[in-house]
């Protein structure tokens, strides 16, 4: 590969110059070096697969449940070399996680969030390694392109929530009430014994979180965007694996302290 070619490839993969973690860089985002196959075929949930044998994900994309548009869109790339920059380690199925750059410059996954055919988001990873195509998906909703042809969910729409119990969604909403509790921190987008969401955060990613200046009192009354697969317990509740499961939205208003007691008997799941 030219050095004009890696260096374009760099800086629309944000990558450093040369390919090598930074320092403080999470672990699931450090690239390999860079490389280059032959794509042989789409596999199931867009799977990459090589003329080498290799099999691949596209990093910081959320394939979508209904996946022709973006199927389609890779079909056409089948035959091309495209030059790979794994990430992290491989998924549960042996996968590699990667950036993918075509020979006339397009960057697979950037392409498919543009045209809203797939969410920005970590997936199986512990951060969102390119949080510039949230930009992009933003782009692509205020369009209203694909994924974004109809109005999201509302946190506090618990019916139109529970129809999408097991399914991955970006719903919006404010934050009504924080209770930070032992294990995890719960997010109420509904008054007590209404029907809405509760998104759950573990201690390790309030922590997280916390560091990156987002906490009960900063949180509260802020409308924001959440996203992850739905469960139902009590009500609707989404489990925050990452602190970029949510986006603040507005500013908010200031809180005051959680008034509910230790344990987490008034807490809806």
């Known amino acids: 590969m030219t050095v004009r070619r890696r260096l374009a490839l760099c800086a629309l993969l944000g990558l450093p110059w040369p390919a090598a973690g930074a320092p403080g860089a999470e672990p699931d985002c450090i690239p390999a070096p860079t490389r280059s196959e032959t794509l042989e075929g789409i596999g199931p949930r867009g799977e990459l697969r090589f003329v080498s044998g290799g099999r691949a994900v596209l990093d910081s994309l959320q394939w979508p449940e209904e996946d022709e548009g973006a199927r389609a869109r890779l079909v056409l790339r089948v035959g091309q070399e495209v030059v790979v920059v794994p990430r992290g380690l491989p998924d549960r199925w042996g996968r590699e996680r990667v950036d993918a750059l075509t020979p006339d410059g397009t960057d697979l996954a950037g392409d498919l969030v543009e045209a809203g055919l797939a969410a920005a988001d970590p997936g199986e990873a512990d951060a969102l390694c390119r949080p510039s195509l949230r930009l992009v998906e933003d782009t692509a909703r205020r369009r209203r392109l694909g994924l974004w042809r109809d109005t999201p969910p509302a946190a506090d ?14 719903v919006e909403g404010r934050i009504r009430h924080v209770g930070e509790r032992n294990a995890r921190t719960y997010l109420d987008f509904v008054p007590r ?13 309030w922590r997280r979180m916390a560091a990156r200046g987002l906490s009960a009192d900063s949180l509260h009354d802020r409308r924001v965007r959440v996203r992850g697969f739905i469960e139902i317990r009590r009500g609707p509740v989404i489990a925050a694996a990452t602190p970029e499961a949510l986006e603040v939205l507005d500013e908010g208003a200031p809180m005051t302290h959680d008034a509910r007691g230790p344990d987490d008997s008034g807490v809806r799941r």
């Open 157 to 170: 729409d618990g019916a139109a929530l529970r129809r999408l119990a097991g399914r991955y969604a970006v």
């Open 193 to 205: 014994g209404a029907d809405g969401l509760t998104v759950t955060v573990t201690k390790r990613t």
